[in-house]
């Protein structure tokens, strides 16, 4: 797995480069393309609907389907982004449930409660249903 951000340090405004690391162009490079690399995009019908074909033509020479690795790569690299924060928040709310659940018959808890007894009459605070 390559690294999500670029995270090269500045020196000069003491900050970190947050980039997603493939798109970042101060700080990675694209490799040279081979002059009888083909391009391969997957082609598509109707913007969304795959056909199963990829393009054929030479990468150098297809300017319709520019980067396309990149940018597919970076697509996926955001939803890894998304899925981490969805799975922190995830853990966060794991971690309060499980907080209130230790808290939930503890001692305090019980010491704090208190009952009302609204009819002075009323001895016994159960209902009918437990006697």
């Not at 990468?59 to 319709?64: E, L």
């Not at 690299?77 to 998304?82: F, S």
Request: proline share 5%; with cysteine; aromatic share 8%.
């Amino acid at each position: 797995a390559t690294r999500l951000f670029c995270d090269v340090y500045n020196p000069q405004s003491k900050t970190y480069c947050k980039r997603l690391q493939v798109l970042c162009p101060e700080h990675s490079r694209d490799p040279k393309v081979p002059a009888d690399e083909v391009c391969g995009c997957p082609l598509v019908r109707d913007v969304f609907e795959l056909t199963g074909d990829f393009c054929r033509l030479p990468k150098r020479q297809c300017n319709r389907h520019y980067c396309w690795e990149k940018l597919r790569r970076a697509e996926v690299d955001l939803e890894r982004v998304r899925v981490w924060y969805k799975l922190d928040e995830l853990f966060e709310q794991e971690r309060n449930v499980r907080t209130a659940m230790t808290n939930r018959a503890g001692l305090l808890a019980l010491m704090l409660h208190q009952t009302i007894q609204h009819d002075p009459l009323t001895t016994d605070l159960r209902s009918s249903a437990d006697r």
